[in-house]
């Protein structure tokens, strides 16, 4: 397991108006101290690890033990791909259609509403990490990562794909006139990987490719391979970064913390 990168504050925030955020998924975990009055970061370390995923989150989820104090709740977001999105009015038990989809009866099922648009997020948590959180933190929240761009979208486009980046996967959640067509995590190992994903979801979709606004989040510089590759693809790349951050320094982009930040707004 390595420490990609840390953040931390010399401001302090009243219990009562932080929140402990925890993002995790099969190759990566990170956690953070959210101050919700300023809507800063005032605390955040980002992991990646290609070993046994559930182990090393369980360590982290330790080491947040250690360092957070009368802290009864974490607010999690689960990057595993083990999910479905439905209409609300879809099935009448919507907290077992993940399980069936991924014959998965091991892992914990936890349906996330998304009331803005009349969705349910039904989605698997690796019972080892859904233990350790509760264990540690009763009062935690599980969502997955889809429900917050759901819950508080930061475009405007009507044809947009977005794609957050965390370590060797990301997010990717194709819109058409308006409405969601696509969500889905997705391994990738280069940047053609991503060019021809991208490529092959605007084609099943039948999207104007000309007209496809394509942002994209998370661990991706403007001056890397794999942003240079897909700006050759794509005529409309742009970075999205949170609407209000506060960060402890200037080191690290915005658009890093997009994915955490709209964790932090859609419980707010």
């Not at 929140?19 to 370390?45: A, H, I, M, P, Q």
């Not at 965390?166 to 990987?193: F, N, W």
Request: charged share 20%; aromatic share 10%.
């Amino acid at each position: 397991m390595e420490r990609l990168f840390q953040i931390r504050s010399n401001r302090e925030a009243a219990a009562g108006s932080r929140n402990v955020l925890l993002e995790y998924g099969d190759s990566f975990c990170c956690w953070g101290v959210w101050n919700r009055d300023e809507g800063s970061l005032l605390k955040l370390d980002y992991y990646s690890f290609t070993g046994d995923a559930v182990k090393n989150t369980c360590e982290i989820v330790e080491l947040v033990r250690q360092e957070t104090d009368r802290i009864n709740a974490l607010i999690t977001c689960s990057f595993y791909p083990h999910a479905v999105v439905m209409p609300a009015a879809a099935v009448a038990d919507a907290d077992h259609v993940a399980g069936a989809v991924y014959r998965d009866m091991h892992a914990v099922p936890v349906t996330d509403q998304v009331r803005e648009k009349k969705m349910l997020v039904n989605h698997l948590v690796p019972a080892g990490i859904h233990n350790a959180i509760s264990k540690h933190f009763p009062h935690s929240h599980f969502l997955h990562a889809y429900t917050p761009p759901l819950r508080k979208s930061l475009v405007n486009a009507r044809d947009h794909i977005s794609v957050h980046f965390t370590s060797r996967s990301c997010r990717v959640m194709a819109t058409k006139h308006g409405e969601l067509q696509l969500a889905q995590i997705y391994a990738y190992s280069s940047p053609l990987d991503m060019v021809y994903l991208l490529l092959k979801i605007i084609q099943e979709l039948e999207m104007p490719k000309e007209q496809v606004v394509v942002y994209v989040s998370g661990l991706i510089e403007k001056d890397s391979a794999l942003f240079q590759e897909l700006h050759a693809y794509f005529l409309h790349l742009e970075f999205l970064s949170p609407q209000k951050l506060v960060l402890a320094d200037e080191v690290h982009p915005a658009h890093y913390f997009t994915s955490i930040a709209n964790l932090a707004a859609c419980v707010s």
